[in-house]
């Protein structure tokens, strides 16, 4: 029973620079109140994926105020895993009919980690549902229970939603990344949004010499614009309506076009869309399909720099967290209006919003015809996320659950 | 300039956003949703919008507006959404009345909008605040200003725009305080008169620092003169 150690210390005073000192004082004022009581995060890996990379920031910014976060990891087996997944792709709305041996198994394997976590801190916090059964365990009355849910439940899987809204139901509050990815609960449902790091290898500040760099690396020319979607090579994130916009807008303005995702290699699903991107790219050396390492994130923050315009022209999105990661660079951004976009990108005020193809081409030709309104619309993305998608401010809603549920004001 | 009798108290304040059960698809829901949502979602949606979108000083003035244009695609109904100054009221039942009659009065000139699909839905949410003293006061001019200098958005946001419906009073705890601790008539009126629709959280700070860097300035020039001033 050892909670997971997270990498690095990070000292919250290194945020003073990026929203100020007074930011971190009240923070550490908000924080007061719950000194020496204790919270315990519970997932379901410690590594790879949103949520982990997440806790891996928070904790040490929590210890850093000096509170008692602690974080737990499930175990499970392969039978395990692959009933959640089933699961978390019908909440999706995926087909799925899942079996009564589902279910068992998901029980059996709450009760197998019931005996291995502590789950007694007085604020016991959930991610997703793969965990959501240890509440079997919940000491009557004593503790508050939190269920943070990072996926879309707008269309879930009615058997699914079912068996885990029995749980649900027993928590004591929710929390959803958007108003639209909620269900009606009896329990009071709160607004978090996602997060990026400001200081993380993804979007820190970057040496004007490491994005040359990387820009030669890939043979890209940074004299003429650079549209760029960072993305994984899925149907979903649309690359070739990504390509038919780029097409449009090269007949008015000599520009390039950068696809950048993970590598497909372990996606049979993913080589095929990347297979039709090559296809589609046709040859054209201005179009620059790049199979990124899982893990590059200084790559990606220099390609994002190097933009002249993000694009995120995705069918269905959850939050895509990759138009903050663009908006705090300053990026002026033309993205489509699905999922959790809309709220980062306000039309006409933080970037550009678009419904097809056409229409993110032209929402492109504007931005190039007009870099003044680009940069501005750059300008107040960056402030838009710092006032609202900063992970400062993820803890700081953090604090203020626990406070509220916790009736320490 | 009066010594006040009580201290300027700085508190800070936290808001979390509680996903309501109400949402619109039609200006008809939309309008039903504004007539039976709660005053902390009218609260959010208008006030609260104002320290989540500060930066915001071109046309963006409350979440209402914001998605009849946007979603709804009625210019002129925005407009006049738009047009409502929090400023102008001291209590969310006022503020929901007349955002309310916008709407209906939009609806019954314009029926065939009424019931048109919007591309989004608007969800009504709500704020739950919570607040926490700063443990740090003003007793002067040069205090006040030494700690609004210092303030966060969160706070700063607190005491300028939200005290209005703390107080139920047309002004905010700054300029309440000014006038009613220190005597500044003046100073708190034009403090009051900071644009909180076309200036940004810190661009409304710098106009009320120069505001009162000026009050200081009149009365060290005078100080020979008025030797009990205190500061």
């Known amino acids: ?409 | 300039m009066e010594t006040p009798q009580t201290p300027f108290n700085f508190f800070t304040v936290s808001y979390l956003t509680r996903i309501g059960n109400i949402s619109a698809m039609t200006l008809s829901e939309f309008r039903a949703g504004l007539e039976h949502c709660s005053d902390a979602s009218i609260f959010h949606h208008t006030f609260q919008t104002l320290s989540t979108h500060h930066f915001l000083t071109e046309g963006f003035s409350n979440d209402f507006a914001q998605w009849v244009l946007a979603d709804a695609n009625r210019d002129a109904l925005a407009e006049q959404l738009a047009a409502l100054d929090i400023r102008d009221y001291s209590s969310i039942a006022a503020l929901r009345a007349d955002l309310c009659m916008v709407v209906r009065d939009f609806c019954e000139q314009h029926p065939e909008f009424a019931n048109q699909s919007t591309l989004e839905p608007f969800f009504f949410c709500e704020s739950i605040e919570v607040t926490v003293p700063l443990g740090r006061a003003a007793k002067t001019l040069d205090e006040f200003r030494e700690g609004v200098s210092h303030l966060s958005h969160s706070s700063f946001y607190f005491h300028f725009i939200s005290s209005r419906l703390r107080l139920q009073l047309r002004t905010n705890d700054f300029s309440h305080w000014l006038a009613d601790g220190l005597g500044l008539m003046t100073l708190a009126e034009n403090v009051n008169r900071i644009d909180v629709y076309t200036n940004t959280l810190d661009s409304a700070r710098e106009k009320l620092l120069r505001l009162v860097d000026r009050e200081r300035r009149k009365h060290d020039g005078s100080a020979d003169r008025e030797p009990h001033l205190s500061r």
């Not at chain 1, 649900?168 to 990815?181: L, Q, T």
């Not at chain 1, 149907?235 to 950068?258: E, H, M, T």
């Not at chain 1, 040859?283 to 790559?299: F, N, Q, R, T, Y």
Request: hydrophobic share 40%; proline share 6%.
């Open chain 1, 1 to 409: 029973m050892t909670a997971v150690q997270t990498a690095n210390r990070i000292c919250l005073d290194d945020y003073a620079a990026v929203i100020g000192a007074g930011e971190i004082e009240e923070l550490r004022i908000l924080a007061r109140p719950l000194l020496g009581r204790r919270v315990e995060m519970v997932n379901s890996t410690a590594v790879g994926g949103g949520v982990a990379e997440m806790l891996n920031r928070i904790i040490p910014l929590a210890q850093d105020l000096r509170l008692s976060f602690r974080w737990d990891v499930i175990t499970g087996g392969e039978d395990f895993f692959a009933v959640t997944k089933a699961f978390h792709n019908a909440l999706h709305g995926a087909p799925y009919h899942p079996q009564p041996r589902d279910f068992e198994i998901f029980r059996e394997y709450q009760q197998r980690n019931l005996h291995r976590l502590p789950l007694d801190a007085e604020f016991v916090v959930i991610h997703d549902p793969q965990p959501l059964g240890l509440i079997d365990d919940r000491p009557p009355g004593k503790n508050q229970w939190v269920w943070r849910c990072h996926i879309d439940l707008s269309h879930p899987n009615s058997v699914v939603w079912d068996f885990l809204n029995s749980y649900v139901s027993r928590y004591d509050a929710s929390i959803f990344s958007s108003p639209e990815f909620a269900r009606q609960l009896p329990i009071p449902q709160y607004l978090f949004y996602p997060a990026i790091d400001p200081l993380s290898e993804k979007n820190r500040e970057l040496p004007a010499e490491f994005i040359a760099e990387v820009l030669a690396r890939y043979q890209i020319d940074p004299l003429r614009p650079i549209l760029t979607q960072i993305s994984r090579f899925d149907r979903l994130k649309d690359p070739l309506g990504v390509i038919r916009a780029y097409r449009i807008v090269k007949r008015y303005f000599d520009c390039q076009l950068v696809l950048a995702g993970g590598s497909a290699c372990d996606d049979p699903e993913g080589a095929q869309v990347l297979k039709e991107v090559h296809h589609a790219a046709d040859g054209d050396s201005d179009i620059k399909v790049l199979e990124l390492p899982a893990w590059a994130p200084l790559e990606v923050n220099a390609l994002q720099r190097a933009s002249s315009i993000v694009i995120q022209k995705s069918l269905r999105e959850g939050f895509g967290l990759t138009v903050s990661e663009a908006l705090w660079k300053k990026k002026p951004v033309v993205a489509s209006a699905v999922g959790g976009i809309p709220t980062q990108v306000i039309h006409n005020h933080t970037g550009l919003l678009a419904h097809s193809v056409e229409g993110t081409a032209y929402q492109i030709r504007f931005l190039l015809s007009h870099p003044q309104i680009a940069a501005r619309l750059g300008e107040r993305g960056h402030e838009h996320v710092k006032e609202n998608f900063l992970i400062t401010q993820n803890l700081k809603r953090y604090l203020t659950l626990f406070l509220a549920l916790g009736g320490a004001v």
